[in-house]
Each structure stands twice: as C-alpha cells, then as structure tokens.
C-alpha cells in the first residue's frame, strides 16, 4: 500500500512540473489592441493623451496584466520583484518618468532588470497602461 501511494505522489509531482514551468505566463510582450483609440504617429507625446479616457484604461488593464504583471504583481500591487506602480507620482510628472522606464528599460551593472519597450510594443498601448494605472494609484 504505501509503495502504490508513493508512486501516485510521484505521478502528480510529474504532472504538476508544467504548470510550474509556465506559472509566470508567457514572457514575450504581447501585442496590444488600441482599436478605437486616436493614433499618435511616431514621435512620442510628453504627457498621456489617454488619461481619463475610458476605453483606454479599460485596454491597459488587460495591457498591463499580459506585460506587466509577472513582475510588478496583480493590480499592480508588487511583491517585491520590481516596483509598486500605485505610487507613480500623478499627472506630468509621473507621465515623465513613466515614459523614461518603458522606453529605455531599466539596467544596473549590466543586469536588465526590465527590458525596454520602445519599438516593442506601440506608444499608443504603452500609453492605456499609464491611464491605468492612475485608475489604482494610492498615496
């Protein structure tokens, strides 16, 4: 009996091993559909030309789930790996260092600790997960 118990707990660890190889999701960026937002050409705008629009957030919120969320947590929310992104400062200011990160990344002593996203992903959806955030900042 106990050696038939031991292969079943063999079994189920095996069966288990996929789901945690791929618990953290895919981690190439996932395209972002901004169908009915204003196109903004290629150079980019200073401050979020989205903030407050509601068909914006509601695509950043998916946005920032697929791109976002493995390392800076669930609504944002951070468990330790990267930064809480509820405390971006609001408005401009925030909007500049938000622009800053996504488009340069973030690399100390050679280590990327976020790869940059300019020419990745599109300044438009970049833009739907700043409005977003602002939707769950705290201060």
């Known amino acids: ?16 091993v996929p789901q945690w190889v791929t618990a953290h999701g895919d981690v190439t960026p996932q395209v972002i559909d ?6 903004l050409g290629e150079a980019w705008v200073k401050t979020n030309p989205y903030r407050g629009d509601a068909t914006a ?27 809480d992104l509820r405390y971006l400062p609001p ?8 622009t800053q990160r996504v488009r340069n990344g973030a690399v100390r002593d050679g280590r990327v600790y976020m790869p940059k996203f300019e020419g990745i992903l599109s300044q438009e959806g970049l833009w739907t997960i700043r409005s977003w955030l602002e939707t769950v900042r705290v201060d």
């Open 1 to 16: 009996m106990k050696r038939a118990l031991k292969r079943l707990l063999a079994v189920s660890a095996l069966l288990a």
């Open 34 to 39: 901004v169908t009915g937002l204003k196109p």
């Open 57 to 83: 957030i509601k695509i950043g919120s998916s946005a920032y789930n697929q791109n976002c969320a493995r390392c800076h947590g669930l609504g944002a929310i951070s468990g330790g790996i990267a930064p």
């Open 91 to 98: 408005g401009d200011e925030g909007d500049e260092y938000f």
